[in-house]
Every structure is written in C-alpha cells, then in structure tokens.
C-alpha cells in the first residue's frame, strides 16, 4: 500500500512528464531533512525541516536526469 505522500509525488512526475519539462522547483514540500533522491527520470533534490520537527515548509528542485552531469554540487539553506 502506498502513502499518500507517495502517490503524490507519482502524480507530479506524471504531471511533469506531460508538460516536457527538465527543471521544476517545487515550495511547500513539508519533506524533512536534506538530501536527494532518484524520483522516475527524475533526480529531486530538497531541504526542509529537521527530522524532529513536525512537517513544514520546504523546498524541492526535480531535474531531469539527463542533466545529472551538469549538477557540480549543491548547499541546502535554512531560513532561521
């Protein structure tokens, strides 16, 4: 059975997929943490709130992959 954060998530990439988009910024995530992940063809990187704190904010970036080499590095930026 899935969440329903991951359906979302199936949901936007489809959406994505349809519009031919290669770069998506995404607000509002309310994914803890920080870090990257492979979602479809696409790699999604986030920051958001610490693992202890109740869900909010948040922001997300879904690149496609073909654009995997162009990525040299990122820093995540808390906004307290």
């Known amino acids: 059975m899935y969440k329903a954060a991951e359906i979302k998530w199936v949901k ?3 959406e994505i997929n ?3 988009m290669d770069v998506i910024d995404l607000t509002e ?3 803890k943490g920080t870090g990257n992940e492979k979602l479809g063809d696409y790699i999604h990187i986030f920051s958001g709130v610490k693992k202890y ?5 948040g922001i997300s970036i ?3 992959k073909k654009w995997k080499g ?3 590095n990122w820093e995540p ?4």
């Open 12 to 14: 936007i990439i489809r």
């Open 18 to 20: 349809v519009m031919n």
């Open 29 to 31: 995530t309310k994914k």
């Open 53 to 57: 704190e109740r869900a909010k904010r």
């Open 62 to 64: 879904l690149i496609n």
């Open 70 to 72: 162009s990525i040299k």
């Open 77 to 80: 930026i808390d906004e307290g």
